[in-house]
């Protein structure tokens, strides 16, 4: 999956990382494939996948925006404004 703009890299390890907690194959979930209608995630994966990004990538992700990562594209925004923070280079 590439979208414009995106690091496939990044993008690509988000999908692994909901792929496994929601056990699913990474090949099922696209950018917008939504965690909670299309996955059946519930709210103990929600934060298993918040964790998992914060160990991968060394980061902290507020739980608040929990509500903001409804899919791999939005999660995926969420990561590349954590990481600028943790590096300041974000706002």
Known sequence: M???GTDTDL???IREIV???VEVDPDEIGPTTRFWE???ADSL???EILSALERRFRITIDQKLLVDMRDVQSTYRVVVRAREVM???GA
């Open 2 to 4: 590439s979208i414009e």
């Open 11 to 13: 993008w690509n390890e």
């Open 19 to 21: 792929a496994d907690v």
């Open 38 to 40: 299309d996955l059946d």
């Open 45 to 47: 994966q929600a934060i």
């Open 87 to 89: 590096t300041g280079d």
